[in-house]
Nanobody, 131 residues
Framework: QLQLVESGGGLVQPGGSLRLSCAAS????????IGWFRQAPGKEREGISC????????LYANSVKGRFTISRDNVKNTVYLQMNDLKPEDTAVYYC????????????????????????WGQGTQVTVSS
């Protein structure tokens, strides 16, 4: 059974960078579409990026496009989220999740993976952006 563990969160000043890791056990991550999500206090969970199974195609929410980069290391069985130019509004608990045959949802402003198609979730890691 696939298990996911996030790490790499912390406190960073505005404009700084962090790299989150999502380490998997129980199955090769390449078999799965991996998504990164975040949830701030009092707000709904937001899908911010996903990397499609078997490949390197990735999608980003407009809120992070150009600042965040998702990548996968098949040898380490880990997916990363490189976060640059962090802003206070990026403060949230960040989760990674896995799904197979994940659909993509196209709106008039962006295309993102469908959250409901992810069925294995990590425990989350806190990211706080503050001076």
């Amino acid at each position: 059974q696939l298990q996911l563990v996030e790490s790499g969160g912390g406190l960073v000043q505005p404009g700084g960078s962090l790299r989150l890791s999502c380490a998997a056990s129980g199955s090769p991550l390449n078999y799965w579409t991996i998504g990164w999500f975040r949830q701030a206090p009092g707000k709904e969970r937001e899908g911010i990026s996903c990397i499609i199974q078997y490949g390197i195609d990735a999608l980003y929410a407009n809120s992070v496009k150009g600042r965040f980069t998702i990548s996968r290391d098949n040898v380490k069985n880990t997916v990363y989220l490189q976060m640059n130019d962090l802003k206070p509004e990026d403060t949230a608990v960040y989760y990674c999740a896995a799904g197979q045959n994940v659909r993509q949802h196209l709106t008039n402003i962006q295309t993102m993976c469908v959250t409901a198609d992810f069925n294995s979730w990590g425990q989350g890691t806190q990211v706080t952006v503050s001076s």
